[in-house]
Each structure stands twice: as C-alpha cells, then as structure tokens.
C-alpha cells in the first residue's frame, strides 16, 4: 500500500500543477478580491474535492459515470456555470475593481466570489467526478479495499491541492502587486475570461 501511494502521489501531483477550472478561479479572485477572497475560493475548490472524493469512494461517481442522463445534465449546468463567470470576468474588464476590503463586502458576495466560486466550480464539474472514478482504482493494490483506498488516495490528492494554492497564495502579494496596474488587470481578466469560456464550451460538447 505504501508504493501504491507513493506511486499515486506522484500522478497526482502532476495533474494538480495542470492549470484548470479550479486554478483560474481562484487566480480570477485573487486579481478582484484579493487574499482573502482567493483563501475563500481555495476552500471551496477544497470542499468541492472531498465531496468526490467520498463519491468516487462510496460508489456515487460509478453511478454518475454510468448514468448518462446524470452526466449530460450536471456537464451542461457546469459548463453554463463557466460560461456565466467566463462572460462577467470579460464583462469586468473595463472596469477592474481594485484590490480593497470594499471587494469583500458581505453585500458584494456572489456565487462567483469565494467559497462558493469554488465549490461550484468543482461540484458542477462532473468530471471531476468521473477522473476520480476511473483514476483512483488504478493505483489499488491487489487484496485492499477499494473504498479504503480510495479514501486515501482522495486524500492525498486534496492536501496536494492544498499545498499547491498554498504556495499560489504565499506569493499573492507579489502577485497583487503586480496585478494593481490597470492595463495588466484588464488584459488578465480578458484572458481569464475566455480561458473560462473555453473551459465551458469544451465541457457542453464533450
């Protein structure tokens, strides 16, 4: 079991530096609401991992990944969920918020700000689901059980997440500060914005 983990922690942490829906949202509320609105974000993305994590372990994922229906209706609401952030980030760039307390408002959370940005984020996702699904039972060793396993290596794929926005938000500072300038905020959010878009589109056809 100790190969096989250490073995999976290596996968693992190579699909975790990949950049994805979960890096640009965070990354996007960095830049609009600043460390706190990002470290929100993070435990969100973080919760929204345990949830497939348990899925993926209890046999829930397997149901989703077998259930066409259940697919194509979870891919099309989180694909229109990127969409929806991808539109108001390029909508936004003309008029980038600076990077106060103001942006953490009780009044100006929405579900493309904090917690909620990313628990959507990776709820909506139903591949998160299915990578989960097909991805953790191929480091299980011979005579474990499954569900334990997958338990584990869930687990050591959420700290591994963890560590890495760990690391993103140690240098959120430099970050913050190079991100003040406007015509750089501008370009980010239209960048980010379509990456989203991107993001969404690929996941209503796939």
């Excluded at 829906?21 to 996007?28: A, I, K, N, S």
């Excluded at 609105?37 to 435990?43: R, Y």
């Excluded at 959507?120 to 989960?132: C, E, R, S």
């Amino acid at each position: 079991m100790l190969t096989a983990s250490v073995t999976f922690a290596v996968a693992a942490s190579l699909i975790v530096l990949l950049p994805g829906p979960d890096t640009l949202v965070v990354l996007r509320n960095l830049i609009r609401g600043g460390r706190r609105t990002a470290a929100l974000t993070v435990a969100g993305v973080l919760s929204g991992l345990t949830v497939w994590v348990a899925a993926a372990a209890f046999g829930l994922a397997a149901l989703l990944h077998a259930s066409e229906d259940a697919y194509a209706v979870l891919r099309v609401v989180g694909a229109c969920y990127l969409l929806w952030l991808g539109i108001q980030t390029w909508r936004s760039r003309s008029t980038p918020e600076a990077l106060t307390a103001d942006a953490l408002k009780p009044g100006r959370r929405w579900l493309g700000r904090g917690f909620g940005a990313g628990l959507a984020t990776d709820l909506l996702n139903p591949k998160v689901g299915v990578f989960f699904v097909t991805f953790l039972p191929g480091f299980v060793p011979s005579g474990v059980s499954v569900g334990s396993a997958s338990l584990a290596f869930g687990a050591i794929f959420v700290v591994e997440t963890a560590v890495y926005f760990t690391v993103l938000l140690f240098l959120a500072g430099r970050i913050t500060r190079w991100m003040r300038d406007t015509t750089i905020r501008r370009w980010l959010d239209a960048a980010t914005g379509t990456v989203l878009i991107g993001f969404g589109l690929r996941l209503a056809v796939e």
